[in-house]
């Protein structure tokens, strides 16, 4: 499981200074593609190509109220989390405020209340899990938990009873996301594919403090990286 982080300065032809520079956020990808049509799950997959020389042949696009919904579809009972967070300005902590942003009111956005170790967290808590970045350890950590997440379901989904409504539970989920993968493919293969293997190797790029503080192109700050090394790190994990 490889996860890119969204401030990581890239090239974006057709859009960055020249050909050399690398002077925008890979989050600003999507937001460019969106302009275009609606094509921001496919610029990002062109510019992680560009840059990184992977091919992404399927994705899978959720927003905020789809994941929860999701989450809350497929485990009813909710999904068993041992919740970890950084320091917090130096200091432990035993639990944290997060947003709460489903919850949002009239422009208010509460918080919520996530204490450290295991529990069930239904589908808005592991949302609100996953997106914290306020503890020490900031986006990088915020990384960690989506793919401390992303492992949780993918293993506790063998359990069967996780799929009580069998594919009926799967085409809502299809239903809610934007994807170009085929439903029969999901129904034949998806799961399968998603929950094989033994153990899930995770890889952040860039690994923590393995950047330079730089900013792009509109002045926002971003992290500079070695792209040669990290290409052969995606080589040597099979995804070149």
Do not use: C
Not at 8 to 21: C, Q, R
């Amino acid at each position: 499981m490889v996860s890119f982080m969204r401030d990581t300065l890239v090239n974006i032809p057709g859009y960055s200074y020249n050909d050399y520079t690398y002077d925008l956020k890979l989050n600003t990808s999507f937001n460019l593609g969106e302009q275009d049509h609606n094509q921001g799950a496919d610029m990002v997959r062109k510019t992680l190509k560009h840059n990184f020389d992977i091919d992404i042949k399927y994705y899978v696009m959720v927003d905020f109220e789809t994941f929860a919904e999701a989450i809350d579809t497929l485990f009813p009972n909710g999904v068993k989390m041992d919740a970890r967070f950084a320091t917090i300005d130096g200091e432990a902590v035993s639990s944290v405020e997060v947003p709460d942003d489903l919850r949002m009111k009239d422009g208010v956005v509460p918080d919520q209340t996530i204490k450290v170790g295991e529990q069930m967290m239904d589908g808005r808590t592991l949302l609100n899990y996953a997106r914290f970045r306020k503890d020490d350890e900031g986006d990088y950590g915020r990384t960690v938990r989506q793919q401390q997440v992303m492992e949780a379901i993918m293993s506790q989904i063998k359990d069967p009873t996780k799929l009580f409504t069998g594919s009926a539970a799967i085409g809502k989920i299809y239903a809610l996301t934007s994807t170009n993968v085929s439903f029969p493919f999901v129904l034949q293969k998806g799961l399968s594919v998603m929950t094989s293997g033994k153990g899930i190797d995770h890889v952040t790029i860039p690994e923590n403090g393995d950047w330079v503080d730089d900013y792009d192109m509109y002045s926002g700050q971003g992290l500079a990286i070695d792209f040669d090394k990290y290409q052969k790190r995606l080589s040597k994990l099979g995804l070149r």
